[in-house]
């Protein structure tokens, strides 16, 4: 397990980071027009009648929407009402939701290894105070900036942006049940585990991983009868157990610091042949 974390790493989160070209799926504005459909897995696959995402409703905002990164499948948008909905009349705020999926799904040019399906969010920890008064402008939502709440260098919380509503918001996400994984970065998850003590079944499907200090990413379960798309497995792991540990240990530090060998670059894997019917419908 520890060497696919590496491979993460140091392969970096880039699906296309050879330069090897222009990107069609970044090319495509417009979902397909075919039936709504996850296909493939999160970080291998596509998206077809994806649906776009409003800019603003109760309890979110849309953030950085000039990448054109707005797209989900539609059950992926009517959980983010609902979820959005729970936090604003919980007093929770507003969120602020980052990229989506691009308008067929597929690989990101820069960014993202995962977001391929439209099944991926990523939602900042922070919240700006114009958002929760009105609507922000075009040039706010593109030039907005997300607060840390913990350092990458050195791998710690930052208290002073530490904010008293993440552990609620997190836990109203893990407690739905479209929800299949919750990244963070692993000193937030650690937060998280000594605020909830032994009332931490919750955290379960929340797991550390690299980078996460500015956004969490809720990723959602395959929707029922679609057979194409590829589930991961279910989280059995100690919620606050070894598997968090294992982030403090000499082994990550020395992974962090580029002292550790470096794995070998994984091949490429060909996208799913449905993908092609996606990119070329109308």
């Known amino acids: 397990m520890h060497f696919l974390f590496a491979t993460i790493l140091f392969t970096g989160i880039l699906a296309f980071s050879d330069g090897a070209g222009a990107n069609p799926w970044e090319e495509v504005e417009r979902p397909s027009s075919q039936v709504s459909a996850s296909i493939g897995t999160y970080t291998n696959g596509c998206l077809s009648g994806a649906e776009e995402m409003s800019l603003r409703g109760e309890g979110f905002q849309l953030v950085r929407t000039g990448r054109g990164r707005r797209?989900?499948?539609?059950?992926?948008?009517?959980?983010?009402?609902d979820f959005?909905?729970?936090?604003?009349?919980?007093d929770l705020g507003r969120l602020q939701?980052?990229?989506?999926?691009m308008a067929r799904g597929g690989p990101f040019q820069y960014g993202h290894r995962s977001h391929q399906t439209g099944l991926d969010i990523d939602i900042w920890y922070s919240q700006d105070s114009r958002a929760a008064k009105r609507p922000l402008t075009a040039w706010e939502r593109?030039?907005?900036?997300?607060?840390p709440l913990a350092d990458e260098r050195d791998h710690r919380l930052i208290e002073k942006n530490w904010d008293e509503r993440v552990p609620q918001i997190l836990r109203l996400a893990s407690e739905d049940e479209r929800v299949e994984r919750i990244f963070v970065h692993p000193t937030i998850k650690r937060k998280l585990c000594s605020i909830a003590g032994s009332d931490n079944e919750w955290l379960r499907k929340v797991r550390p991983w690299w980078g996460h200090n500015y956004h969490f990413h809720v990723r959602?379960?395959?929707?029922?009868?679609?057979?194409?798309?590829?589930?991961?497995q279910p989280v059995r792991n100690d919620p606050c157990g070894k598997d968090l540990d294992w982030?403090?240990?000499e082994e990550f530090y020395a992974m962090l610091s580029g002292t550790a060998p470096q794995p070998e670059k994984p091949k490429p894997k060909?996208?799913?042949?449905?993908?092609?019917?996606?990119?070329d419908a109308p």
């Not at 797209?71 to 009402?81: G, K, Q, S």
């Not at 959005?84 to 919980?90: C, E, G, L, Q, W």
């Not at 060909?270 to 990119?279: A, K, N, R, W």
């Open 247 to 249: 982030w403090f240990s």
């Open 220 to 232: 959602l379960a395959c929707p029922d009868g679609e057979k194409y798309c590829k589930p991961q």
């Open 71 to 81: 797209f989900a499948h539609p059950a992926t948008v009517a959980f983010l009402v």
């Open 84 to 90: 959005s909905r729970s936090v604003a009349r919980n």
């Open 97 to 101: 939701i980052g990229d989506m999926s």
């Open 142 to 147: 593109d030039n907005i900036s997300a607060i």
């Open 270 to 279: 060909p996208m799913p042949q449905q993908c092609e019917q996606v990119l």
